[in-house]
């Protein structure tokens, strides 16, 4: 069975190489936000937040805090441009699950649309800390959010995405 979606999603790679001075336009970062809006979320509360982050300085500063967290200096983000944070409501039961769909969304549209992008973890740790919190509250963000993941987008580095390993043989148990 061929399908321009399954294809898509059988496709798509984490990509750790970005070329850092190439910006994806607004118009690709729009369409890729606007696919992590769609996301299923439980009983349709949309409880996540995704902050858009094209700015560089913010962009940088959000590399260092996740760098601290990591305990190192290198740049987490692998150089990409543009940052899209994931935040929930953790009001909502199902926050982290609703969260780590708008990823799934995001990291799928960017393929769709010709970008390459990574889950960048340690968002709960980052948000957590005094400036992170501090981030949410410039950004007008108020109540218990957790940061979920970054998932970061731009053009993929030569040599980006590898191919996709041979998936394993006891992935998917039938019950018929």
């Given at each position: 069975m061929t399908n321009?979606?399954?294809n898509c999603l059988e496709t798509r790679r984490s990509v750790r190489g970005y070329k850092p001075d190439v910006m994806p336009s607004d118009e690709l970062t729009e369409a890729v936000?606007?696919?992590g809006t769609f996301a299923p979320t439980g009983r349709g509360a949309q409880s996540p937040v995704i902050v858009a982050v094209t700015n560089?300085?913010?962009?940088d500063r959000l590399s260092r805090l996740n760098a601290a967290v990591l305990g190192?200096?290198?740049d987490p983000f692998y150089g990409a441009p543009v940052?899209?944070?994931v935040l929930a409501d953790r009001s909502r039961p199902t926050y982290l699950y609703d969260g780590s769909l708008v990823m799934g969304n995001l990291m799928n549209a960017a393929h769709a649309v010709g970008l390459g992008s990574c889950w960048i973890h340690r968002a709960r740790e980052v948000f957590g800390s005094a400036e992170g919190k501090e981030l949410l509250r410039q950004w007008g963000i108020e109540g218990d959010y957790e940061g979920i993941g970054h998932c970061v987008l731009g053009y993929p580095a030569d040599g980006q995405p590898l191919e996709a390993k041979p998936r394993k043989a006891d992935y998917v148990r039938w019950v018929k």
């Open positions: 321009e979606t399954l936000v606007r696919a560089k300085e913010v962009r190192t200096q290198s940052v899209l944070v």
